[in-house]
């Protein structure tokens, strides 16, 4: 008898609120959005990390100097390519590139709040390149209630602070 008058229960509030006991509802009133001055900490922390070996290991290991870097066409493209593969692959495999686990936030789909595919992510770096160009992509987070950026937006990604 009791077990009816529990699912009983349960009927009326799944009927008063259907999305009550969906999980996106539940995850997304616990979701906090990245604070915009630890990405660009994150950003940074990364240019160091990622971005400043590849530079390196081009300039001096493949090419042999810097004059060489300099006069070549296509050392600054390989070292940007390079760096957007890694990001990628960072990204689709844990939702975060050494920066951004060092600030605690994640790189996620924006409406399942799940990691995104390796095409996806590189398809917010590239549109990444392309928003900062342009630099009004930057600037929409802060007239954004999600803090999205323009890069964000054409990727559907949210960053999210990580939960400890």
Do not use: C
Request: proline letters at 3%; a positive charge.
């Amino acid at each position: 008898m009791t077990t009816i008058s529990l699912m009983s229960n349960f009927a009326r509030k799944l009927k008063k609120n259907p999305h009550s006991f969906t999980k996106n509802t539940t995850q997304n009133s616990s979701v906090v959005y990245a604070r915009y001055v630890d990405r660009i900490k994150a950003f940074i922390t990364d240019l160091f990390m990622i971005y400043t070996p590849i530079l390196y290991a081009l300039t001096y290991v493949v090419l042999g100097s810097k004059e060489a870097f300099l006069h070549s066409s296509w050392g600054p493209f390989l070292a940007v390519a390079l760096y957007g593969i890694i990001y990628a692959l960072f990204l689709s495999k844990t939702g975060q590139t050494p920066g951004k686990k060092a600030y605690k936030i994640k790189v996620v789909d924006d409406t399942t709040y799940e990691n995104i595919s390796f095409s996806r992510a590189l398809l917010r770096f590239v549109a990444f390149l392309f928003s900062a160009t342009i630099l009004i992509g930057l600037i929409l987070p802060f007239y954004n209630k999600r803090k999205k950026a323009l890069h964000d937006m054409i990727a559907k990604t949210v960053e999210i602070e990580e939960k400890e």
